[in-house]
């Protein structure tokens, strides 16, 4: 037999509550309230908006120090204009620090400046000067200490023993600052902008003058460096080792002692840089120490005593640069194999290419060299008759360099025509079978 539903109470009708019932919708009610009350409170006191800080020589924070031991994580802090002379201050939470004016913090030459011991600050606009020469320790202007998302920019650090310097740091950014130094020996100078076993950081639009080394960077990874000009450093303007993974475009190598110098590192690109004017006995535009699986492409090599200086390296893609007026535009060392030369402009060098081996293990091919004298008959753009870029004459240099001092001379003139006609001394397999007619664009 079915069951019996109960008949649904008449419409307007309303349920008796009891005096239990009552006080219980009462407590809910209340609790409610309550949740709600705390919810509304909680953004207002809990997450507060982050609150800024003024610093200024007259005022009641009046170093840089009492305000970030004020300030709480998230607040800005703004440096207003004057000299604040303080060292090792040491930023320990989540912060922006911005100069206004000329904002100077000076170290006094007793040790670090600015010391950044927490994830998420930013530091801009502000003059930073005097971090203390050592012997010891690597003092510098400002340090990134085992830190992430950090943003660097926009500041000026004048006469600092070390510039930037980042240690064990990741996921961070060095953008549009300002390093210059006056030193006169690389014992009392530092780098510039220094990385130590770092990884995924962006380095770009600086502007490094006199440091050290102008760009310094010890086992780094993935680390981007870009549209920075690095000049009159006293070692490299470049300088990395043992940082594989890496990108260099559009950077300005010039008048350092040595532009670039690239050691034990793998896949590496360097595209639409300069390397300008960076002469000396013992410089050279780009030296590759033991390199291997990198790209080398459109690239400016110009006024270089070495173009490109290549040991141990293997397997480098050179392809679509430019070599003008250089010394040496490409040494190439008979431990290095497997490197292709394409599609490059060597022009009006003293020497196209040497090497210290009559072996050849490379690959010159559609290469641009002004010192052809061959022809094209069927005027298809390619010289009908193989060029070879070692002469005789820097054959000889490189076993004899004090020979150097014949160049241009009738004698060594003749010598190189004869070797060019029958090889005895030079590597006779390296040689462009394919050289362009004309400058390649």
């Known amino acids: 037999m079915a069951e019996k539903m109960s008949p649904k ?63 709480a994580a998230g607040d800005r802090i703004i440096v207003h204009e004057g000299v604040y002379i303080e060292h090792d201050i040491v930023i320990d939470k989540p912060l922006t620090i911005e100069g206004e004016g000329e904002a100077v913090i000076d170290g006094d030459r007793k040790g670090m400046v600015l010391i950044v011991r927490s994830d998420s600050v930013t530091i801009r606009g502000l003059t930073v000067q005097h971090a203390k020469v050592s012997f010891i320790d690597d003092n510098a202007a400002i340090l990134l200490d085992e830190v992430g998302n950090c943003l660097i920019e926009n500041n000026r650090l004048k006469d600092n023993f070390f510039g930037i310097y980042l240690a064990k740091s990741h996921d961070s950014i060095i953008r549009n600052n300002y390093i210059t130094g006056h030193f006169t020996s ?42 920075n000009l690095s000049e009159h450093n006293l070692r490299y303007g470049l300088h990395f080792m043992f940082s594989d993974g890496c990108r260099y475009i559009s950077n300005t190598f010039r008048e350092n002692s040595a532009g670039v110098a690239v050691m034990y590192t793998k896949h590496v690109t360097m595209k639409h840089n300069k390397f300008l004017h960076n002469w000396g006995s013992a410089s050279y535009g780009l030296l590759l120490k033991e390199i291997t699986d990198s790209k080398i492409e459109s690239n400016r090599f110009e006024y270089n005593s070495i173009g490109i200086y290549t040991e141990a390296s293997n397997r480098i893609q050179v392809e679509h640069n430019d070599f003008i007026q250089n010394g040496w535009a490409a040494q190439v060392m008979g431990n290095s194999v497997d490197n292709v030369f394409k599609g490059n402009n060597f022009i009006a060098n003293s020497f196209d290419v040497s090497t210290n081996s009559r072996q050849n293990f490379n690959h010159f091919n559609g290469n641009y060299w002004s010192n052809y004298e061959g022809y094209d008959l069927n005027r298809d753009g390619i010289g009908d008759v193989p060029y070879r870029p070692v002469s005789l004459f820097s054959f000889m240099v490189e076993q004899q360099p004090q020979s150097l001092v014949l160049l241009h001379s009738l004698l060594i003139e003749l010598l190189n025509t004869a070797e060019r006609i029958m090889p005895v001394l030079t590597p006779e397999a390296l040689v462009d079978s394919q050289p362009r007619m004309r400058m390649i664009q």
């Open 186 to 227: 690389e014992s009392s100078s530092g780098n510039g902008i220094h990385l130590w076993y770092s990884k995924n950081i962006t380095v770009d639009g600086n502007h490094v003058d006199g440091q050290r080394d102008g760009i310094y960077f010890e086992f780094v990874e993935d680390g981007t460096i870009t549209n």
């Open 9 to 71: 109470p008449p419409v307007g009708y309303r349920i008796p509550v009891t005096q239990a019932g009552y006080r219980r919708i009462k407590q809910d009610l209340g609790v409610l309230l309550g949740l709600l009350f705390l919810l509304w409170m909680i953004p207002a006191q809990g997450f507060s908006q982050d609150k800024v800080l003024n610093v200024a020589p007259s005022g009641p924070l009046a170093s840089l120090t009492e305000a970030i031991n004020k300030a």
